[in-house]
């Protein structure tokens, strides 16, 4: 299989089901803003994180690809019939529970922080901002996504502002507050 099919020569691409949209389609920029996402949470894995977070933010990366792929299926064509792609109330309770378990080890927010720390925890503090904009951008879709992703994308914005904090915790960098 070629990576290059020259389909979207035109300014046009797929959605799953086979309905050619523009590429500036809401649903497309929608999903690429989780595929940027995807790729900021790749980028601070590169940086060597510690095993729990990194498994974590694994399991996310495959978490945002199903999210993709709901987003990718406007008439739930494809995504319904493939198990991975599904994401439930479970994966929101997993996120809510990682923010609880890692507030543990950080001291009480008393300020507004200013993003930076390590390079992982800037990258974190980059995904939760691509995180917030690819919920901006879901919220306009029509028809309106499941409930359930909106839920996921808050709660994961929520995970990655914590997650940055404790990297750079982790790391001995402390907060900049504002």
């Known amino acids: 299989m070629k990576i290059y099919t020259r389909t979207g020569d ?4 797929s959605l799953f089901g086979g309905t050619r949209v523009p ?6 920029d ?24 990194d498994a974590a933010l694994v399991h996310i990366q ?10 990718a299926d406007p008439s739930d064509a494809v995504a319904s019939r493939v198990a991975k792609t599904a994401l439930g109330d479970a994966d929101v309770e997993r996120l809510e529970g ?3 378990r890692l507030e543990g080890e950080l001291p009480p927010l ?16 980059v995904g939760r901002t691509v995180c917030r904009r690819a919920e901006r951008r879901i919220t306009a879709l029509e028809p ?13 914005s929520d995970l990655l ?8 915790h982790r790391g001995g960098v402390p907060e900049t507050e504002w």
Do not use: C, M
């Open 10 to 13: 035109a300014g046009q691409t």
């Open 23 to 28: 590429k500036h389609d809401p649903r497309v």
């Open 98 to 100: 990682l923010i609880d």
């Open 62 to 71: 495959r978490d945002l690809f199903a999210l993709g792929a709901q987003l």
């Open 161 to 168: 502002f914590v997650l940055a904090r404790v990297v750079n």
């Open 144 to 156: 309106a996504v499941d409930a359930l992703l909106l839920r996921y994308v808050n709660r994961l």
């Open 30 to 53: 929608a999903y690429g803003e989780v595929d940027e996402l995807n790729a900021w949470l790749g980028f601070a894995r590169a940086s060597r994180l510690d095993p729990d977070l």
């Open 110 to 125: 008393r300020r507004f922080i200013l993003a930076g720390g390590t390079p992982a925890g800037a990258a974190l503090h």
